[in-house]
């Protein structure tokens, strides 16, 4: 559905793409992940014809960004990282214009923009002013607006910023919906959000193109070992620290086991799993069975998140030597 | 076409939900108005001390009213042409909407049209204002209407060249009023051009002449259709709405 191949944006001085090539399949939600100033948006936008590339392709549902703009634009929807809305407008009043804009005939508008306020649900302030609303309704209009034309191809510029977290939910169940006939490219710096949504992930760095990979292979591939807090009470006082420990080391794939805190009758541990193996039933398991109480358990840190930093960060080091330092500081 | 409508109407209505719109007419109605008021009360003043002096001259209320205040009008009007154009694309270029249009499937030659067709509406609506007074002319007196008409053809040519330079130099910045202060000095000095050479016979001075945008006025204001002035603003029009295209394109190669 989209092809990019040897894509590279320059600006006047600086280099805001390098050299990316990708491929999105049919109805896929693919994460677009990367630090601030990496290239997201400028990838976003080249894949919008909002900016030429300055050389490769960009192919996006069959037809070329600088030989069929047209044919492209009428095939996707765009939401860029500022919902692009007049402040003087009624929702309605916008949605009817940037859906006739998008190509949809007048008898059509009405059933569309119904069913998009449905979508988004904006039925509450349709007929307020785009200007008097908060930040989250008005990420809801633009992404409305995106969508409102049913197109292939939506692509979303960090959709979920300055959503409250049930809105994001929200955005994140109609996303799921929408996949499946459109083709999602989503950016976002937020990880667990990729982590949640997404199929595939693009990585990008200062330009380049870091990883690209199905969410479970890059965490497969990447993940080191697990890690997992736990926390055991005992029914009758304070269970023996060194007895706790002695139990969870005996379970199979555990590689190291440290005492964190003891208060309140509660030990708290961090367990860590060999490479590649999952601990955390067995471990529960064990507790259980011993005659403690399992008050916690969970997963220590976004694994992705610790595989986004090491990508980007092993990137910048590699990239050093041979490159002026980039204008921004590409960390998280 | 349908998509020049389109914007054209969004730009239209654009300008009725912020006070632009409404402080553009009344500024204008107020001092055409109070031209209005000076030219027939002197008229009719003159009137009478001719009759005192039991001269029987014919006057015109087209010579006398009508052609200098409608000369007057397209004065005021370059004074408010800034105001109409200055938010036209700088304004979209702040809010970031310029992205919403600029990746809808609408050539760009459609979005400028379509603002400026949006411009030329406010800018029709606003010389409306003069017709209320001038009506009323016709009401208790009898003016000739050609040339009244062929007037207002001139003034509307005339804005309408100079919206389409305003909405050029909106394409060239975010913030509005660099842009309403840039496009008044520019139309101030295609005004002012005339005065320079108004004695200038060499071919140098003749070459300002023609560009003087007031120039071009004065046939029309005395009921005159030259195709030479029509043929000189429509060529600004195309020329300065050529120019926006490619500013606008430009900002895709700069963004």
Known sequence: MIKVEGLTKRYARTVAVDNISFEVEKGQIVGFLGPNGAGKTTTMRVLTCFLPPTSGTANVAGFDVLENPMEVKKRIGYLPETPPVYPEMEVVEYLRFTGRLKGISSADIGKKMNEVIERCALGDVSKKLIGKLSKGYRQRVGLAQAIIHNPDVLILDEPTSGLDPKQIIEIRELLKHLSGDHTIILSTHILSEVEQSCERVIIISQGKLVAIDSVANLTNRLRGSESVALEVESPNGTPNPSDVQGRLEQVSGVSRVVLKDSKNGKLAFEVESLQGRVIRAELARTVVNSGWNLSELRAVGLSLEDIFLELTSTEKKKAAPDEAPAPEGGKQ | ?255
């Open chain 2, 1 to 255: 076409m349908k998509n020049i409508l389109l914007i054209c109407f969004k730009e239209f209505k654009g300008y009725f939900v912020s006070p632009i719109g409404y402080a553009v007419m009344a500024l204008f109605a107020l001092i055409f108005g109070f031209g209005f008021y000076t030219a027939t009360r002197d008229m009719v003043q003159m009137g009478f001390r001719a009759q005192m002096m039991g001269q029987q001259q014919p006057m015109s209320v087209n010579e006398m009213v009508i052609r200098p205040l409608l000369g007057f009008a397209g004065t005021i009007a370059l004074f408010l042409i800034p105001m109409i154009t200055m938010r036209l694309i700088a304004e979209e270029k702040r809010n970031g909407t310029i992205e919403l249009l600029l990746t809808s499937p609408v050539k760009d030659i459609d979005i400028i049209l379509g603002k400026w067709c949006g411009a030329v509406l406010l800018y029709m609506c606003t010389l409306g204002m003069s017709v209320l007074n001038i009506a009323m002319l016709f009401l208790w007196g009898k003016p000739d209407l050609k040339p009244v008409l062929v007037a207002y053809l001139g003034l509307l040519l005339q804005g309408a060249c100079l919206l389409a330079i305003g909405t050029f130099i909106s394409t060239t910045t975010k913030n509005q009023i660099v842009a309403g202060g840039v496009t008044f000095f520019v139309c101030l000095l295609l005004w002012l051009l005339s005065w320079f050479t108004a004695f200038g016979t060499g071919a140098f001075s003749q070459v300002i002449n023609y560009l003087s945008i007031v120039t071009h006025m004065d046939n029309f204001s005395k009921g005159v259709v030259d195709s030479k002035d029509i043929v000189f603003y429509l060529s600004m029009i195309f020329f300065s709405l050529f120019l926006t295209q490619r500013s606008m394109e430009s900002l895709r190669w700069r963004a």
